[in-house]
T-cell receptor, first 108, second 121 residues
Framework: EIVLTQSPGTLSLSPEERATLSCRAS???????VAWYQQKPGQAPRLLMY???SRATGIPDRFSGSGSGTDFTLTISRLEPEDSAVYYC?????????FGLGTRLEIK | QVQLVQSGAEVKKPEASVKVSCEAS????????LHWMRQAPGQGLEWMGW??????????AQRFQGRVTMTRDTSINTAYVELSSLKFDDTAVYYC?????FGPGKGMDVWGQGTTVTVSS
């Protein structure tokens, strides 16, 4: 099973700052099979990125994804209060699909 | 609009079974794989498996093998997950989600609202 390690566990930043969220895989992954989700309290997750760097419908261009091999990054520029959430990376390159434990982003 | 609507909250005793439904609207269930995930209180997401609603084929996470069954009824555009021999740590919110192949990658773009399953004696 591929383990995804997300860091940091919690990130506290101010509006307008940039957030960099990391996701490290225990094995090399094709970029095709990495996605990111945002989850706010009491809500279902929301697809942000697929194929590492492609934004899902309706996702603002402040969100970007990058990476290859075992290291993947979600970057959120110009943070807004509404970005406060938990962010999960997800791989489906190898069964079983796995998620990271999440990064909690707090906007001060 | 495209949405997945799940059945309501359940309270079950240990060793019982629970069956959660997920009704698709705004699209044809058979057109997309459907995944099931769960989230224990305060925890992250755990993938349980998927069903190909067109063929009925399934792929379950190893840890649920023998306890989980995913089915569908295409006549009513609804998928189901059944979990048997419930334990206290099966208490979680269960989600269904539609998988879409965008070309350069895949993702789960539509999620159900979640169904809370509580295992309590």
């Amino acid at each position: 099973e591929i383990v995804l390690t997300q860091s940091p566990g919690t990130l506290s930043l101010s509006p307008e700052e940039r957030a960099t969220l990391s996701c490290r895989a225990s094995q090399s992954l094709s970029t095709t099979y990495v996605a990111w989700y945002q989850q706010k309290p009491g809500q279902a997750p929301r697809l942000l990125m697929y194929g590492t760097s492609s934004r899902a419908t309706g996702i603002p261009d402040r969100f970007s994804g990058s990476g290859s091999g075992t290291d993947f990054t979600l970057t959120i520029s110009r943070l807004e209060p509404e970005d406060s959430a938990v962010y999960y990376c997800h791989q489906y390159a190898s069964a079983p699909n796995t998620f990271g434990l999440g990064t909690r982003l707090e906007i001060k | 609009q495209v949405q997945l609507v799940q059945s309501g909250a359940e309270v079950k005793k240990p060793e019982a079974s629970v069956k959660v439904s997920c009704e698709a609207s705004g699209y044809t269930l058979s057109d997309h794989y459907l995944h099931w995930m769960r989230q224990a209180p305060g925890q992250g997401l755990e993938w349980m498996g998927w069903i190909n609603p067109d063929s009925g084929g399934t792929n379950y996470a190893q840890r649920f093998q023998g306890r989980v069954t995913m089915t569908r009824d295409t006549s009513i555009n609804t998928a189901y997950v059944e979990l048997s021999s419930l334990k206290f740590d099966d208490t979680a919110v269960y989600y269904c989600a539609r998988e879409v192949n965008f070309g350069p990658g895949k993702g789960m773009d539509v999620w159900g609202q979640g169904t809370t399953v509580t295992v309590s004696s």
